[in-house]
Structures are given as C-alpha cells and as structure tokens.
C-alpha cells in the first residue's frame, strides 16, 4: 500500500526534466486571443502593439489663446507692438483646440493686448495690411510685443505618441496606463495570450467538500478539502484560470475516467492526493496507464511524493496532499508551466537578504523550504523560521516568507544571513512590529486592533517565551518582547531579569496586564485534581510549557516549594508553545492537566484551578520608545477603549496598570 | 471661459482637508458583506476570523505503520523485544486514519517486525498477556525492539488549528493559503468589505467613445476617450468596482444630470474633464448647485486643476483632463478614499533610494511628480527623468517610478540621491538592461525580441544622442550605449570618441548596424529638395536633431564641407530627440527636411535622399561584457534568426558586421 517511489529527482535536476520535455513535446505559449482593450487589464501581450494613429494626431492648442502665424510676428518688440486682427490673423482657442488651417503658434491669452476702436497708425497705409477694416465690425486686435517661435505653445501632432511607435511590447502585463495608451495609439482590442485553464482535481474517499459544514461539523475519519481552494487561487494568481473538480473517492477507475475529462478541458492537471491511503499509488498508476510519468518524487521537504506526468500531450502534476507540500509543488511545478504557456518570467516574490533568528538543521540531499517570519528591527531583516511540518496550513498564512535550505548544505548557523523571498511586500515587512517572547491571549487582540485601526502596521508575534524574548530583544531581533519572569529570590516580576540581561542599555518595562494562571482540567474535573501534588499520579498526564517560559518557570517554582521531583510526572518532559496549544491537549484528552493562563481555559471551556497571580509586562529597548511602531503599541494598550474591552472579555486579566511604565533604566548599574 | 481657481491648496492641505471632511461626514468604511470563502480571494477581511474547529480536529496517524498504546511499549528493549498482537495491541494504520480509541502512539512500518507463527515464549504464561491464540488465526504479531512516547507519529487534535485560535485579522487581504486555512477552520464564508463602486463619468464634447475606431480613424476636432478605461482600471487596482459612464457633452444641464445618477449608483464620483473648453467650469459650477466644492486646485505638477467635493454625502473629485494629470489626481487623491473605504494602508509602490542621472529644475511652492526611468548599475539604482508634460500617456507607459519633488525644492542636482516610489517590481527593475545613447529604430525590435525570449528581462533605451550615451556609461548609469560619431579627422567611427572619453578604462565595440542617413521629405518631395544646399532657402523648414547626436554632428560636418552657415537654415534651432520624431515633423507639415534613418523614412512613407552611410555600434564596458544583461543582449544580436529578420524589414541596414568586436581596448593608452 505505501507508494513506491521512482527514484527521488533533486529539485534542480527536476526543474531540467520537466522543461526538456516540455520542449521535446512542443508545448510553448498558448495561442492568442484578442481582447477589447477595456478588458484587457492584466492580461499578458501575445504580439508587440505599435501606434496605427499618432496622439495627438492634430495640431492642436496647448493654452487658452491666440492662433496665430509665427511668420506675421517677426518685427513685433517692445517698442514697435505688432498687431493682428482677430478673426483673420489671430484667432481665438482653447486648449486643446485643432490649430486652424495654415496658423502655427499661440499666443497666450495673458500675453495678447486687446486693442479696440484705436485709430489706425499713421504709418500703416496698405489697406490690406490693415487690421482695421472699412466697416468697423471686425475692429478688434491683439497687440504683441515680441516675436514667437514656430509651433509656440502648440501640442503637434506625435507629441505624445508617433503612429508606428511601440507602445507595449510582447509579453507584456498590461496596466491601466497601458490601455490609455492603446485606445490613444487607435487600438480597440489587443492580442493577448489565451489564459491556461488549470484543472484542480481533489480525489480521496475521506475528503469531503466544505459546503458539507452549511449542515453539521465535521466528524472523523473525514477531512475537509481545501486544497482545491488554495491551489485554485494560486493559478488565478498566476494568471491562470482555474476549474475546480468534485472530489473524487480512491478508485482506480474513477481516478483515471475523471484524468480523461480533465485533461480534455485543461492545458494542464492538478490532481490532489487526499490522504497517503494509498491514493497516491492510483494516481501514479493513473497517469502511467493513460500516459506517462517523468519525475515520482522530488528531493524537497516539504513536498517529496511530487509526480509529474504527460496525458495526450497535457501536462499532469500529481501534487501531495499536505497543505505545505501543495503549496510548494504548486510553486516549484506548476507556474512555471503556466508562465511557459503565458510567455512571463517567473518574478515570484521579491528576495531580500535577512539575519537567520534560530539555526535550522536541515538533512544533506534535500532542498528544504522553511517559512519564516521577517521584520525589520535597527534596519535590519531578521527572519524567525515558524513551524516546519508540512501538514501546517497556519505556518503559511503566519509566514513572512520562505528561506530555501540548498540539498548540499547541512542547515544555517542562528545570525547568518539567508535570502528570503517574501511573500507580503517588503513594505508591509518594514511596517510589522515584532514582538518576540511569552505568549498571552491578548496579543492576539493587540494584533487585530492594530491592523484595524493602522492598516499599515501589523503586530506579528512568535511565541519562544519569556527568556527567549528578552533574548531576542538583546541580539537585535525584535521590538518588544512580552515577558511574566518571576525573580524568586526578591518575588519582583521581569525587573531584576532585565537588569541582568541588559547592562549599560536602557530599557523600558510596559505593562501590559495582571493575570490568573492556573492549572486546567476538563469540564467537571474527571480526574479530581487538586493542586500540584495531584502531578504525581499514575492516572494523570500532564502537559508541559517549553524550557524558558515564566509559565514553566512557575510551575518549577511550585514543585520545589512543595518538593516535588518533576520527573515524577508524566508528561513533564512534552513541552507545548503556546497556552491554548495547552488548553487545547487537555481538552481533546492529550493530557489531564496543564497549566495556563485563565482565558484559555474560558476559551475553550475548561475548568481552572487558579495558582498564582502575575505581572505580563512588555520590555522594549529605550531607542524603540519614540518609534512609530512602538508609539502605535503604545497608543492601543493605554487608550483603546475597544482593545480594553475585548482583553476584559477574555476573563482572568486585572488591567489595573496597563500601559503604566512600571521600570525604566539601565540594566547592570 | 477660463477655469477660475480657489486659491490652490498645498499637497498636504488638500490631503488633510479631504481627511477632515471625510470624518466630519462619518464617511468611513463600507458595510461588510459575506461571500464564500472560495470567492474571497483579494478582499479585505471585516472582521477577526477565528477558528470554529481545530484541524486536525481528531488525532490521526502521521505515518503509515501500526497504533499501539504506548503504555504497552514501556518495556521494550534490543535484548528484550516487545511483542504486540495485530487486531488487540497493534492495528494497521495510514497516514491520515483516526487513531483508534485508546491507542496513543504510531510504530512506523519500518520499525515494526512483522512475526509470524512462532512458537509462544516459554516465560509468558498467562493466556491474556500472549499474542497468541488458540485458534492460531490471530497469530501475527509486531515485535518491537524501543519503547515509544506517547503520541510519538500522531497528528494531534490542533496541531495545526486550535479551535477559537485567530486565522485573519480584520483588514487583511485574503490570498489563497488564507482561503485554505479558513476553510480548515470550518469558515465556508467570511464578511469582508463590500468593493466601493467607482463611477468615471467622461464629459467633453470634443470626446468620441474609443468603439468609433471600429469605422473610421478619428478626425479632428475629435479626441479618443481613454481616460475612462485608465481611472477605471486604476480602481479595480485599489480594490474597487469601476462603472464607467458613456461621454457627456459640455451642457451643464446634461453634467449635472449624469452627476445625480452618479452619487445615486456609487460611492465615490470621478468626473473628468474632456477638455479646457470650458468643461471644468461646468463642473465645478455643477458640483457647487448640487453640493460643496471644497478644494478646486492644488499645487501640484501635474495635476492641478483638481476639484473635490460633495453631492449628497458622496465624494466627487473632479479630475483634470490631461492623462498624467488624471494618473496623478486618481493617485493622491482617489485611492486614498477607495483605502478608508475598504479599510486598507496605502502600500503604494514600492520606495527604493536611486541616483538622478540628469538634473531636474522645478518650481518652487508645487509638488512636482516627475516620472523616470529606473535601472541598476554597478549595484546602484539610476534615475532618469522621462517626459514631463502632463499631455504625455506613454510617459507613463515607459516609467519605471515617480520621483517627488517637494514643494520647497527648485530642483534636484544630477547625481542626487532621491526616493523613487517604483511603477513595476524591484526585480522587474534589477533586470532591466539600461541602453542610453543614440536612438535607432532596430533598439525597439531589440527590446521586443529580449523580451520574448527572456520574459524576466528588458531592455530601456533613452535617447540623449551618442555622446550623452558615451558619458551616462562613463557615469555609470548604463549597461550599453548605441553610438555612431565620426572622427571627422579620422573618418573613424566611434573608437576615437571611447579612447578619449574612456582613459584607463577598458572598452568594447559591439557592431550593432551600419544604416543610411539621408534627408527625409515627404512623398513626391513637394519641395523639390535635391540635398543639403536647399535647406537655406526661404520656403523650406528644417527640423534638427539635438546637439550631441551623431546624426547632429554628421549634419554639421556636411554643412561645413559645404560652407553652410547653419544659421542661414530656418528650424536648425528646432531640435528632436529621435529619428522617428523627425520624420512625424515632416509628415505632419512641422518641417519640410530632417535628416534620419532609412527606416524612419520607410516607417512613415517619406522619400528619403541617401547622404552617408554610417556605423552604429554598441559601445560596453568590459567589464560588463560576462554578464547575463549584456549576455542576453548579444545573444540575440549575434544568433538571433526572428531579429535579423526583422531589422531587414525596417530596411536601410546593412548586417555585414552585426555582432561583431570591432574594438576593444583601453582608452587613454
């Protein structure tokens, strides 16, 4: 039942196999297609388009004046004024009026001196000369002073585009600016590449279409299917259009009837493993008996069972069904063809050099994609890996970007540099407040009160505990840091830490709340715990919190005085990041007992047996004070009334001090 | 007939009135609507998005293997192995199954082995504790040589979600691994931001609907409508729904008319000047009967006869005709709305520090938005200032970015350091391949032919003559330079020029073409134009190209053989900066001779009398010569079939030598 792997191609050699044949096989760029103009946005030039009609394609006024001929101006100065006589040698336009047959400049309305009714000059005797004429109706001139230049203050004809110009070449993305110059070059449609249809094919028995969650949760063995979703918008973005197929189960044969359909309909087949049962073998099997396969499995991680594959000439990639591995595949296979079939390059996200957060082991022969999170802190990148595990959907979503391991390398030393592409804009990069250290339930209420009300800020914070925030805040990796460090010799929360950790650098402690932590238990309490001293039992699995956390260091704090050896409890050594990651193995049975803070046990309705109450502060490095970003923190946590609000509704917090300076100085004095 | 102006406001009053007004009006976001989350891709979230399941939401296998109770591994051992009975102790499992109730850990396949029909162990005695029964049915079992921890290849309820846990924020544009971990987390619809209706109403009588094009070109005083499909395509960029309204003549019954329809169908209001004829005062006039003018002006170049008001709580911004105008009013002033509507930060391009290559003089008390050329040399980004009337739509088309000019700033010096807010990707920029120098008509099919073939990469070329091409490369602010200057003492083309300008400096040669130069007439030479001796006479208008352009200097070079004084040539002072501008000139009637290339006589069917035949080269730096730009760029000069082709049909080349070295050394030596 387990598939049985050609062998593994590495990502490079992949690359190679898959554009050989490609070739070999004739498939280029998709035909064009002609598009109206005002439709055209966004679309992708399948020919260069050259202007049929100049723009302006008349001489016309550039100001509000006088048409005039340059020539009659010649003897015009300050001290013998040249007049010209409206309506045959000067003539009134707007801008943008057409010049008027065998007339070469304007004059200015504010240059031009209209003169009525004067007598004519003594000197003037042809009477064709004259601007005065018998009648007197046509009586009024203009008066200049100076000469003009051919074409003064006339738009010509070409100005702005000259007929056979190139206005966009081919393989052009075509922008709003551009169709204004197409219409205005005299075209009306435009040719452009025909955009690949993309089949997205879910199969696997226990998938099941989230539309199903209009009627009841899901219940297990099933799975929700949402690949399709991603995959979708991925090759819409892309350019892409996408049909997304209803699921199909394993079975060989309804696997290979719906390939048929697909690749009739499509350029190019995505066809989504569900589950490793076996689903992946029928795709393979699939695909070779109705064409053939060129790559089953690619050296990467996430991603590896990868298969891609050629049916009547359409190219068919077998993606894996963890999110992670999709979404990789999909980048790494899949726009590239959709790019070969528009003629575009492959910009993908933009690359920026950033200092590595943690070091990141990674296996020899094997391309590794880590998401990281990135912010900027003293103009400086720094990228912080999030979760690894291609199953992790949120790691995605939570990414900044992706750091690309090499096969040849072993991983990256913590502080060496990495290229990052991104994956939101280096601008949005720039504007996230990191906040590095302990979790709280309220950050997340920060987090969002943020993005409301300073859409271009974001608050991202990672969850490595109190120590390891202030650490981070030392090496220059983030802005704040929250931090519940409870010193036991004095009993004071997060000063004499500071102090140790910080000599000679002034630091600054914000709070943010007081709250409850406690030990969490299912509804009811089933088990009858107590305290800590019910830890110990044999029928009771506890759930840890990570070395470095003040919530681990509480708990530690608790076993000595009561002379607990905490390798008498089981689970002691099963370390969680996060208080909900807590609460959420104690609520689906993982372990009987955790401990946590109050609104996670609210949030997921647990019973809570309260032990201690502490200070979570924010610690933030006395420069980052005056800063946008630490000035919008600053604004939410000590006048938002909204943000008080929600924090209040979480349960378990005592706002009494927030946003107080509680310490402000240097550490090691 | 002339618009009157309030007085115009600065840049940033109008910004903060616009702001102010808005407030005051409680004009803020849009109401929310719910789509399905397959259909939400690019909107803006409304609201926080939480988890209404975790997912996985039940603990599953991560491998394929067997699921055991972990409780019964505890023993296991390399010297005493751990027998599991398959169907009590062990039960088959893939990757994905639910973990059967009670088990808590997964044995990889691979780390179990399998045993088959051996004889039971002497020492285990109780029937209960051995695998095997008395049937012999049940007798496989999986011996197990490590105890295992528990949950150890198990997916854990939450692993990726927890229930209640924050998916997307508020205010968050929702890309496709949003949408799938939505839908993980039980979302099948999300509310997000209703899309703000934009309504671009075009008035102008002058104006004909782009469609007319379908019968017959435009004739004057007509002009293409296209700033509709510009302001249109521009809103759906910022997120909004564009509906664009058929022309409007300049009747003020008939604007006021469209305005109420207007405000009545949208939420915000574009209407655009056709022309100056007047149009703006009708607006302004209609948007003050129907509701309030607050800004009509602002001190910006282009674009300052802005007009923003109110109709019935809706804001109307009256947008000035000329396209750069209107790119930049929709800029300063529309997108910013669209943003407070949806809730959004205006990212706006990207910002990168660049070099200025030429020096900018602007007035004082104005923003001025100047748009250039972008390219990176020598790893730093040059600017180059493109066009600056406000009439000129392909300046647009061919900027990279817009550079601002502050209002308390006459100019920028060359060599400046300035903040370029980028039109295209950074990446797209890096991969631009900088050509400045002479212009010729073969640099355009080279630039279409680059980028066909290498999607990622462009080719730029400004046109500032050959010796401004020969200093921008000795400035660094290019990869190339096409040039054809004859040594008159000499007859040499253009390496004297590199071995004086280059000292010390090691240069190459590239042949691009050798082409004729001759004067251009137009058809059947009305003016009986035999060569450079009638430029003197009365009737005939010459148009010139600028000083410091090989085609200038072979101009001169024949007039002084000849003993023409250039003075004595009427239009000698009137200067082109391109081959092609010089032929328009003369098909328009703007002069009756220029001189120019063959191809541009051809393109525009002008007669053309032969004066020379020149060498046009491309001159490169040697050290640029291993790189992919300059790769690229001789790739497709030296090998490529479809170029070669195409430079034939322009007609007037010779290819002899294209491609190839014809010098290369230091200068100065």
Same sequence: chains 1, 2.
Avoid at 11 to 30: T, V
Wanted: proline share 6%.
């Amino acid at each position: 039942m387990r598939p049985i792997f050609l062998d593994s191609v590495s990502l490079e050699k992949a690359g190679d196999l898959l554009a050989a044949r490609l070739d070999s096989l004739g498939i280029q760029r998709l035909p064009p297609e002609r598009v109206r103009v005002a439709e055209a946005q966004d679309r992708i030039t399948a020919e260069p388009v050259f202007a049929k009609y100049s723009s302006p394609f008349y001489h016309s006024a550039a100001m509000d004046g006088y048409a005039v001929r340059y020539t009659d101006t010649f003897t015009a100065s300050e001290t013998s004024p040249c007049l010209l006589k409206i309506g045959r040698d000067a003539l009134y336009v707007d801008t943008g009026d057409p010049m008027p047959e065998g007339f070469n400049a304007v004059i200015m309305i504010e240059d031009a001196n209209l003169v009525h009714d004067r007598k004519p000059p003594t000197d003037r005797t042809s009477p064709g000369d004259s601007p005065w004429d018998e009648e007197g109706s046509l009586s009024d001139c203009i008066e200049i002073y100076q000469s003009v230049p051919p074409y003064q203050h006339v738009r010509t004809i070409g100005e702005d585009i000259v007929a056979t110009e190139l206005i966009i070449p081919e393989g052009h993305r075509i922008r709003p600016v551009d169709m204004g110059a197409l219409l205005a070059g005299g075209h009306l449609e435009v040719a452009v590449r025909k955009r690949p249809v993309v089949a997205v094919l879910p199969t696997g028995t226990e998938l099941v279409d989230p539309e199903m969650l209009r009627e009841r949760p899901p219940a297990p063995p099933e799975i929700i299917e949402y690949n399709s979703a991603v995959l979708g918008g991925m090759a819409r973005e892309s350019g892409a259009e996408a049909v997304c197929f209803p699921i199909v189960r394993d079975d060989p044969g309804a696997i290979r009837e719906v390939l048929l359909r697909a690749v009739e309909k499509a350029d190019l087949v995505l066809i989504n493993a569900g589950s490793g049962r076996g689903s992946d073998d029928y795709t393979l099997t699939a695909i070779r008996e109705l064409g053939e396969v060129i790559i089953h499995g690619v050296s990467i991680k996430p991603g590896k069972p990868v298969i891609i594959g050629f049916i009547r000439n359409k190219p068919v990639v077998g993606v894996p069904g963890y999110p992670v591995s999709a979404y990789l595949a999909f980048k790494l296979f899949v726009r590239p063809v959709i790019e070969r079939f528009l003629g575009t390059a492959s910009a993908g996200g933009e690359r920026i050099t950033a200092l590595l957060a943690r070091q990141i082991a990674s296996p020899l022969g094997v391309d590794e994609f880590i998401r990281v999170k990135v912010g900027e802190v003293h103009d400086t990148f720094i990228a912080t890996p999030v979760g690894r595990g291609a199953g992790l959907m949120m790691s995605l979503v939570r990414a900044d970007g992706i750091v690309r391991i090499p096969a040849g390398s072993e991983g990256m030393r913590s502080g060496s540099e990495v290229e990052v592409e991104l994956m939101r804009s280096r601008s949005e990069v720039r504007n996230t407040i990191v906040c590095i250290g302990s979790h709280d339930n309220t950050l997340d209420i920060l987090s969002n009160i943020i993005k409301k009300n300073h859409p271009g800020y974001s608050l991202s914070s990672a969850h490595v505990g109190s120590l390891g925030g202030l650490m981070a805040l030392k090496k220059g990796e983030a802005h704040l840091a929250g931090t519940h460090l409870l010193d036991e010799r004095t009993g004071e929360y997060n000063v004499p830490f500071l102090k140790r950790l910080f000599p000679g650098r002034r630091m600054v402690l914000v709070n943010l709340v007081r709250r409850r932590q406690g030990l969490l238990v299912r509804k009811g309490n089933p088990k009858g715990i107590q305290g800590f001293k019910d830890l110990v039992r044999d029928d009771v699995m506890f759930i840890n919190r990570q070395a470095g956390s003040g919530t681990r260091l509480l708990l530690d704090k608790h076993l000595r005085e009561l002379n607990i050896n905490p390798f008498m409890i089981r689970g002691y050594d099963k370390e969680e990041y996060t208080h909900m990651s807590v609460a959420s193995a104690v609520l689906t049975g993982l372990a009987d007992a955790g401990l946590a803070v109050f609104s996670s046990a609210q949030a997921l309705g647990l019973d809570f047996i309260p032990v201690a109450e502490e200070r979570y502060d924010l610690a933030i490095p006395y420069e980052f004070m005056d800063t946008e970003k630490i000035g919008i923190v600053l604004g939410v946590v000590r006048g938002n009334a909204e943000f008080r609000g929600l924090v209040q509704s979480l349960g378990g917090y005592d706002m009494g001090d927030m946003g107080k300076v509680m310490y402000e100085g240097e550490g090691g004095v």
